[in-house]
């Protein structure tokens, strides 16, 4: 599949299970992918859950492994929160897109870094997760579906507003199974 072909995308400071996933689709849909991975036992599995068309690196060797890439930039970055995404925004092209990973956006931080960028063409947005089935999490309340989520799932939102909403800037999307709707 080469939905995302000729696309390079960085993959920083979210979630580990949800950074890897969304890591994931993008090298299956054929993009060049760069993750921030914190640990080196975490760095070895995303590698071979990645191959050869993704970069795993240390979160303080990101701006090293930009500067040695042809054109010094990226289409697509998916980060954490803002603190982790500002540092960057000098390597995210114009036109690309920006998507906020991390369960607490703040809706009007988003709007601003939303309103901040559209002048470059760059998208802004975030996916906000909630009963996110994780390794190791205790037994959680169920939303309103009646099940936690999955990783895959926040990434494939993620990767809509990355991609497909492509008129759609400063929006926060919940990925909850309904909790925020009650």
Known sequence: MTKYAHTEALVV???????????????????????TVG???????AAAELGPSAGVLEPAGIEDALAERDGDGVDLLFAGAVPAAR???GHLRDGGALVLTSP????????????????RGIRVNAVAP????????????????GRLGAAEEVARAALFLATEATFTTGARLPVDGGLNTH
Do not use: D, M, W, Y
């Not at 640990?39 to 599995?45: I, L, M, Q, S």
């Open 39 to 45: 640990t080196a036992e975490e760095r070895a599995h």
């Open 13 to 35: 400071g979210g979630t580990g299970a949800i950074g890897l996933a969304i890591a994931k689709r993008l090298v299956e849909g054929g993009a060049t992918v760069l993750l």
């Open 104 to 119: 607490t956006p703040c809706p009007g931080t988003v709007r601003a870094l939303a309103a901040e960028l559209a002048g």
């Open 87 to 89: 540092p960057l925004l």
């Open 130 to 145: 909630g009963c996110i089935e994780a390794p190791g999490s205790g037994a959680a309340p169920l939303p309103p579906l």
